[in-house]
């Protein structure tokens, strides 16, 4: 069993940056493929990064890829997403999960554990 807690969602302008963590429980981190998915109202959840354990492959959509930055401390059990040149169309809830499985990295049905989330809403 994991349990999985974000942290340092906020409101912030456009062209601005933001930094979540998610703290993980658990003995076995560095086993788990670590990602973050975001799901903004009336959409659904989409695929924004997602991090191997102990190789450190990262993989991102193209919709992030060059401005977030996933990254973890498999010494301290957490995950991180640094967003940077954040747009209003990067508001939303986002979501910290962990998995096993080490080939499906973008497909969120293959992540057994999530956080609550916590909201980033960027304003123009």
């Known amino acids: 069993q994991v349990h999985l807690l974000e942290s340092g969602g906020g409101l912030v302008q456009a062209g601005g940056s933001l930094r979540l963590s998610c703290a993980a429980s658990?003995?076995?981190?560095?086993?788990?493929?670590m990602a973050w998915f975001r799901q903004a109202p009336g959409k659904e959840r989409e695929f924004v990064a997602a991090?191997?354990?102990?190789?450190?492959?990262?993989f991102y959509a193209d919709s992030v890829k060059g401005r977030f930055t996933i990254s973890r401390d498999n010494a301290k059990n957490t995950v991180f997403l640094q967003m940077n040149s954040l747009k209003p169309e990067d508001t939303a809830a986002y979501y910290c999960?962990?998995?096993?499985?080490?080939?499906?990295?973008?497909?969120?049905?293959?992540?057994?554990?999530w956080g609550q989330g916590t909201q980033v809403t960027v304003s123009s």
């Open positions: 999960a962990a998995s096993t499985n080490w080939v499906e990295v973008t497909t969120q049905g293959a992540y057994d554990y």
């Open positions: 991090i191997t354990g102990s190789t450190y492959s990262t």
């Open positions: 658990g003995r076995t981190f560095s086993s788990y493929v």
